[in-house]
């Protein structure tokens, strides 16, 4: 189990593309946990259901009618996400309120931008 | 073990961000498996590796000296991004020499953008 070094604030640095220069070590070993998080095909549609929602905020209660699957199942890749950086929880009154933490997938996006030089070159 | 759907020349449909609509099932099926091929720290760092190099391709031998580990635990790593579509390989002469795709890595790091509108609202 590897331990999240995330600040759940979401203040964590923005990474150059991994095209414009080598990933360290430290970096891949910070990166990875992030795309292990979204490598689930749940998961990727549970942090879009959150993220489209209006005010950019969902309840679970939004959330488990969308799956045809059981409120544990739901709440384990929850669990996953939140773990991960990706997304913050909240109790507000009976239930729990998700919202997307934006500096973490932009970190994630940013990280993956090729460059405009990875264009096949002629020749 | 999932079939690989994407085309290896690249070819693939670019994915509005997740943040914008609500992944599809189909859609969410499509991405989780290149997001699990990055999700290993040394996969992240021979991708970066290929991305940087001199006209955006590595030989095999230019990857083998930046890693402690066995040459076939390298061939591992870049089988498993090749079969997700994130690199291609083309042997000329003696070497493989591997380019990464930046159609799909476009997609990954779209899909990935947070919209504006998820900062916190007001009130």
Same sequence: chains 1, 2.
């Avoid at 203040?11 to 990933?23: D, G």
């Avoid at 990166?31 to 005010?55: N, T």
């Avoid at 996953?80 to 009976?94: F, H, P």
Wanted: charged residues 20%.
């Amino acid at each position: 189990m590897s331990k999240q070094t995330l600040d759940p604030a979401g203040t964590v640095e923005c990474c150059a593309p991994l095209a414009r220069a080598p990933l360290s070590d430290a970096g891949a070993e910070d990166l990875a946990p992030l795309f292990k998080a979204v490598a689930d095909p749940m998961r990727l549609r549970l942090l879009s259901l959150i993220a489209c929602h209006e005010g950019g905020e969902s309840c679970v209660c939004d959330l488990t009618d969308a799956f045809d699957v059981t409120a544990p199942t739901i709440s384990y890749h929850l669990r996953i996400l939140r773990e991960a950086g990706l997304i913050s929880a909240e109790r507000r009154g009976t239930w729990v309120y998700y919202r997307v933490n934006p500096p973490v997938m932009t970190r994630m996006s940013a990280v993956l931008e090729p460059r405009a030089a990875l264009a096949p070159v002629a020749g």
